[in-house]
């Protein structure tokens, strides 16, 4: 195998297992999946262009992230800034967020964790995008720093959007934390 | 990806994170990844170019207006008799021709990769664009597709050109002020598949392609190359037809002068359906109340709307005569 083949066959492996979390990602983020898509695709494409600028099989999951993050945030902005209202048409991929499998669950269990879903889902869509966007990232293990740099603000900003993210779920979300502790 | 340090130090409220940790990975879990995967991989590696270096009157160009193009279309129906060599994938894409002539709405995202080397009438487009662009017959309506909103534009059934720059304000260009040089760019931009197909019959060499792996199932593929001597806007072409219906799938076109590097735009079929006639219109793209510039109503306002599509062009192309 030729070492450009390598290079392909490498990038296109991470091309493959990253693409699943950035695309839920920015589902998440955008609320609608077909946008969403198109941002993803956006993004891979120009870190795919720059490939050998970069060691995309090893930082290009937090570049790629970091562009994702900064690309929903101005395309949200953008969309308040032309003034249409085509944000506020509902949440059409609500129920996306189901169980992977539920045959795995009882009824009632099954019954509980949709709940629980809807109730992240709603608490989630109705924070602000940046603390949606910092939280999330957060979960996905990004560090604060890196977390401040996908959003373009300092580390004590990114830390106060996570606190207030945080604060603002656990209000809407106590009912539930036992089923999520267990 | 987390810092020893911010590992270390506890987390109040762990049982948030992990719920939204756990929403992701379950949403993650259902996402497909081969389909957005194929159009990564088809937009960074386009199919192959074939060896360029025809002769190409690149004077002839400029001249293929609208309306010639159109007329070949007409014409092409001489090429519609089989070649020899070649009948297979010339038969197929004129049943495809036929097919796309009727007025059914179509939808297909574009994705452009335009060379930073070749003159765009868009300046302050990106090299990479994508949109998603609503044709029926000879209407076409481009929207973007990455949620810019605001910059609908398209061309209505009486051939005028207009852009809805946001829903309280539009701005339209009749048909007989659209100057050739743009009339031509805007079929380079937008895709009339009885005029792409008009051109490929007449103009290129056809060979049908083994299925690739990244294929869809059930279509087949043609790859259509320039005859010697052709004068086309298009160095290469790479069609996917679906086996049943005769609908353009996919269809990747590299375009652009010979010598220069092509803009590469795929378009890819995403959905058919009724749409509402009115959507290829510009009023179809605008909400009440809202205003119409044209060259007699708010001319200053119409100029500076084109220009901000067209950049200087603009001034050359609408400005006062």
Known sequence: ?182 | MTDPDEAAEPMPDDWILDAVRRRMDRAAERVDPRPLFGRITRTVHPAPAVPAGRAWPRWLGPTLTMATAVGLVLLGGWFFEPAHGHAGPRELLAAVQEVHRLPIDRCYLVECRRSPNAPDPFPNAPLLQTSRLWTRGDRFFLVPGDGRIGRAWGRDENGNLWIAPTPRAGVRVESREIPAALATTLDMHTLRVDQVLGDVLQHFDLTEVEAADEGLSGSETVRAVPRRGAFTFLRWATLEVDRETKVLRRLVIARGPFGKAPSITTYTLVETRALETARYSLEGHLREPFEVYTRQHQPERWLGELRKMYGPMADRWFGPK
């Not at chain 1, 900064?70 to 395309?75: F, Q, T, Y």
């Not at chain 1, 910092?134 to 603000?153: F, M, N, P, T, W």
């Open chain 1, 1 to 182: 195998m030729t070492a450009a083949k390598s290079m392909t066959a490498a990038l296109d492996a991470w091309v493959l297992a990253s693409l699943p979390r950035a695309v839920a990602f920015a589902r998440s983020l955008v609320r609608d999946d077909a946008t969403a898509d198109d941002l993803v695709q956006e993004c891979y494409c120009k870190l795919l262009y720059k490939a050998g600028e970069y060691d995309l099989p090893r930082d290009g999951t937090r570049l790629l992230f970091t562009a994702l993050t900064r690309a929903c945030i101005d395309r949200s902005r953008r969309q308040r800034a032309s003034s249409l209202d085509t944000l506020l048409d509902g949440d059409p991929n609500d129920s996306q967020f189901g169980m992977a499998d539920p045959r795995a669950l009882a009824p009632e269990a099954i019954a509980q964790q949709n709940e629980l879903e809807a109730a992240l889902d709603d608490a989630l869509g109705q924070l602000p995008l940046t603390q949606r966007a910092a939280l999330e990232l957060k979960g996905l293990g990004y560090s604060l720093r890196e977390i401040a740099q996908a959003l373009d603000v300092s580390e004590s900003n990114a830390g106060v959007l996570i606190y207030r993210a945080r604060q603002t779920l656990a209000g809407r979300l106590m009912p539930y934390r036992d089923e999520v502790v267990r």
